[in-house]
C-alpha cells in the first residue's frame, strides 16, 4: 500500500498533462481501498471548514441545486465500479468513493449538448437556460485541461491565425466547414482539417502541435460537439484566442469568460474574422490585456488541491439534496 501511495504522488508531480503519467496514477488509485478516500476528503475539508469567497462561488456555479430532489434510475458505488475505465470513470471515481456507498447518484458521461431531466454530474452543460440538473465536475480533464508554459510573448510570434480541428459533420451546428471553405488559401491563415479518410481532402492539412501553434499571434477556439478542446491552453498562452459566441462550458467556467476582456469574440458568420485580425494587429497592446487577462483567469484552476477541494464539495452538496438512498 505505502508503495503504491508514494507511485501516485511522485507521478503527479511530474508530466501532470502526460497520458503515461496520468494512467498511471489513475489505475494505481484503483488499487486503493475507499477508507483512503474517505479520509483525504474529511482532512481536506476539516481544513478547509471557512472557506473563500471564489470556492464558494465555484462551488455555487457548478452545482445550481437548492432544494431537495428525488432520483429515479439511479446508481450506487458497487453498479458504478462496474462500468467501463473511460477517463471519465477515471477522473469520478476517486472522489464519489470517499461518500458512503449506499448513496445514490446519476451521471451523464461524454460530450453532452443537453441539460439532463435529473440532477447529473456531467463534463459539459449549455450555457444558457435552465441548467440546473447539469452538475459540473472535472471529466476528461487529461484532454480539456492542458495549460502551457509558453516561451514567446505575443509580439514574437507570427502574424497569422492558426487552427487545426476535426469536421463534425453530423451535428447540426457544425461551422468549421464553412469556415475552411471562406479562409482556406487566404494570407495570415494557417488552417486545416485533420480528419482521416476521404472528407474533403482539399482542406486537410498535417497536425500541429501545441508548440507549434504557439509559433502564431492569433489561435482559433470553434466548439465541435461541446466545447472546443483548445481553448483552455490557449487562454495559457501568450497567444490571443478567438472565438464565436461559446454556448457549452465545462468546470472552466466558460459562461463566465467576456468577450473583448478574455478571448476576441468573432461573428458566428465569420463576417467580420480579417477585420479583428487587423485591428489587433495595429492595437497590439489591446491583444496583450487581453492575454493577461485570460491567463489571470486560468491561474483558479492550477492549484490541484483546491481544485479537488471543489471536486468533494460539489458531490457533498448534491448528496446532501438527493432524497434517494
Not at 93 to 120: C, E, H, K, N, W
Not at 197 to 216: K, T
Request: charged share 25%.
Amino acid at each position: 500500500m505505502g508503495f503504491i501511495t508514494q507511485l501516485w504522488r511522485a507521478v503527479d508531480r511530474r508530466h501532470k498533462n502526460d497520458r503515461i503519467s496520468y494512467y498511471a496514477r489513475a489505475y494505481s488509485q484503483l488499487l486503493l481501498p475507499d477508507q483512503f478516500f474517505r479520509r483525504k476528503a474529511d482532512q481536506l475539508l476539516a481544513r478547509y471548514s471557512h472557506t473563500s469567497t471564489e470556492v464558494q462561488n465555484r462551488l455555487a456555479y457548478y452545482c445550481k441545486l437548492s432544494s431537495p430532489f428525488h432520483l429515479s434510475g439511479a446508481t450506487h458505488l458497487s453498479e458504478f465500479r462496474t462500468q467501463p475505465r473511460s477517463t471519465y470513470f477515471l477522473d469520478f471515481y476517486p472522489f464519489i468513493r470517499a461518500f458512503p456507498a449506499d448513496r445514490r447518484f446519476r451521471t451523464l458521461f461524454g460530450d453532452v449538448m443537453i441539460i439532463p431531466d435529473q440532477p447529473s454530474f456531467v463534463k459539459s452543460r449549455p450555457i444558457d437556460g435552465a441548467n440546473e440538473n447539469s452538475v459540473l465536475m472535472k471529466l476528461d480533464a487529461i484532454r480539456h485541461f492542458t495549460f502551457v508554459d509558453d516561451p514567446l510573448r505575443f509580439r514574437q510570434k507570427q502574424s497569422a491565425l492558426v487552427w487545426r480541428g476535426r469536421l463534425h459533420l453530423d451535428i447540426a451546428k457544425e461551422r468549421r466547414l464553412d469556415f475552411l471553405r471562406e479562409f482556406t488559401g487566404k494570407p495570415r491563415f494557417d488552417i486545416g482539417h485533420i480528419n482521416r479518410g476521404d472528407v474533403f481532402p482539399e482542406f486537410r492539412q498535417a497536425r500541429l502541435s501545441i508548440p507549434d501553434q504557439l509559433r502564431y499571434k492569433y489561435i482559433l477556439s470553434l466548439e465541435g460537439v461541446d466545447v472546443a478542446t483548445n481553448l483552455k491552453w490557449i487562454m495559457s498562452s501568450h497567444s490571443l484566442c478567438f472565438s464565436q459566441k461559446l454556448k457549452f462550458e465545462t468546470w472552466y467556467m466558460e459562461g463566465l469568460l467576456q468577450p473583448g476582456i478574455h478571448y476576441v469574440e468573432i461573428a458566428d458568420d465569420f463576417s467580420d474574422f480579417e477585420e479583428k485580425i487587423d485591428y489587433y494587429e495595429h492595437h497590439p497592446e489591446e491583444a496583450e490585456q487581453i492575454i493577461a487577462n485570460a491567463n489571470a483567469y486560468t491561474r483558479q484552476f492550477l492549484d490541484a488541491e483546491r481544485e479537488a477541494l471543489l471536486s468533494y464539495l460539489v458531490i457533498q452538496r448534491y448528496l446532501n439534496l438527493s432524497l434517494t438512498h
